[in-house]
């Protein structure tokens, strides 16, 4: 059996999502990716995915294996929560310290977490040593990291805005200079506007808006949500 290593140990459940462990958002894997690198002939093969418990992670691992039956080695590395709360790592066979240890060194370099990576190797017939070793699957894990889409995912509320026409050019000019995107718009006698406003902004907009409408703005928080950049809009995640 290979030697598993748990670096910490707080989380058994999805964790991260709490707007009081997280205000100012983490990096994590929106979407993964596979990169590979060869090394004296080894095939060093990443797989990186988004995850959200250990659980998602054990499986991702277990499918991976399954996919590779035929490999020589699985290495993995995977960190669970908003703060890093869970850390485990394995070389899966290869001697200790070369494999799931660098593997969890980009990771935490990259400041990523619910993410969780696999290197397979298919050996070469060379021996690399220990510093080669370190240096494949750390240089795997990067290929792999550049092949996802990472993002910074911020606590949001759906702020919900009711204004009449003369407030609204004013609105609209708070919400463009601070990027924020107009998630719906229903135009009446009023207007009545949902936008996705990041919870450490919430004050200073609301702030802003009652400032640029002379109070007339009216404005309800709805639901919280999770936010992040993608394609240059901040977007529902």
């Known amino acids: 059996m290979s030697a598993e290593y748990t670096i910490s140990d707080k989380a058994r459940q999805p964790v991260g999502e709490r707007d009081s462990e997280c205000m100012e958002g983490y990096r994590t894997v929106y979407q993964g990716g596979e990169g590979e690198i060869t090394e004296k002939k080894s095939r060093f093969i990443a797989n990186v995915v988004p995850v959200r418990s250990e659980e998602e992670a054990l499986e991702f691992i277990e499918a991976t294996r399954k996919k590779y039956w035929d490999a020589r080695h699985n290495c993995f590395a995977y960190v669970i929560g908003g703060q ?3 850390k485990r790592f394995s070389d899966d066979g290869e001697p200790g310290g070369t494999a799931g240890k660098p593997i969890l060194e980009v990771m935490t370099g990259e400041g990523l977490m619910n993410t969780a990576i696999v290197v397979t190797r298919y050996f070469g017939g060379t021996l690399l040593g220990t510093g080669g070793l370190v240096r494949a699957y750390a240089g795997a894990a990067k290929a792999g990291i550049a092949a996802s889409v990472v993002i910074t995912k911020l606590p949001g509320i759906k702020l ?8 609204l050019g004013k609105i609209q000019y708070i919400l463009g200079q601070r990027e924020i995107t107009v998630w719906d718009t229903v135009y009446t006698d009023k207007v009545e506007m949902e936008v996705l406003t990041p919870r450490k902004e919430l004050k200073a907009v609301t702030a802003e808006i009652t400032e640029g409408t002379n109070g007339q703005a ?3 928080e709805g639901d919280s949500c999770y936010l992040a950049k993608l394609d240059g809009k901040m977007q529902i995640v």
Do not use: P
């Open 84 to 86: 890093g709360e869970l």
């Open 218 to 220: 009216v404005m309800l």
């Open 160 to 167: 919900h805005i009711t204004t009449d026409y003369t407030g």
